[in-house]
């Protein structure tokens, strides 16, 4: 899948910016210890050693940082989304990589993701941005849906487009709702959205531990 992957920073970053790093580092760090209301862009400043004014010339508020080390997760969920697309996996294969690879990536940045959100609710140009995020994904996908009614392996169903926004919200819900400290509930999560994703596409109740393997989806008994 090809991605815009650029965030509205002020300055084009480029390798070995000092500065830039150390601003996003101390986001990055600052978050892992509060959510963003709690954080002023002096807290942000002093943890990374820079001036009030080093922070403007990079980025035009708190949102566009949040945003730029965004840009981090966005690429990982390009990584996890690519595997609807991989014709070699068998479908109920490629929905589980694309989960497995998500929650992986919320895992290790649930900070992150819950302050991008918390951030498009104020921030007109960081909503712009997410919407925008948002939209790169629903074309392919529901190309992908397409395809695989055309193939026969997908029934007809609701319209596609809608249908892959629709679970690409429930996705994004379940995200910003789990707790890091309860495994066993992600883990029931992940299951659940792998179910619902299959299902809703493919019409079928299979067995999730039928790893479908080469076999396309049977029909709703």
Known sequence: ???????????????GDIRRVALLR?????LR?????????ADISARAGVTRS??????????????????QLYRK??????????????????????????????????????????????????????????????????????????SGRAPAGPDS???AAVLLDLSDRTLERLNPDDQPATRRHADTLVAIWYRTIYGTVESLDNQDHGAGPGPIA
């Not at 101390?26 to 600052?30: F, I, K, P, R, T």
């Not at 951030?119 to 695989?148: H, Q």
């Open 77 to 150: 969920a390009i990584a996890a989304a690519d595997h609807l697309l991989d014709e070699e996996m068998a479908p109920l294969q490629r929905i589980r990589a694309m989960t497995e690879d998500m929650f992986a990536a919320w895992e290790g940045q649930h900070h992150l993701y819950r302050a991008t959100l918390e951030a498009s609710r104020t921030s007109s140009a960081l909503r712009e941005m997410w919407d925008t995020y948002r939209e790169s994904f629903v074309e392919p996908i529901t190309a992908m849906i397409e395809r695989e009614r055309l």
């Open 26 to 30: 101390a986001l990055d760090e600052l």
């Open 1 to 15: 899948m090809s991605r815009r992957s650029d965030v509205f920073d002020r300055r084009t970053p480029y390798q």
């Open 54 to 71: 080093a922070f403007y010339f990079y980025f035009e508020n708190k949102a566009a940082c949040v945003a730029a080390l965004g840009s």
């Open 161 to 163: 487009a809608t249908l």
């Open 33 to 41: 210890e509060g959510d963003l209301d709690s954080i002023a862009i």
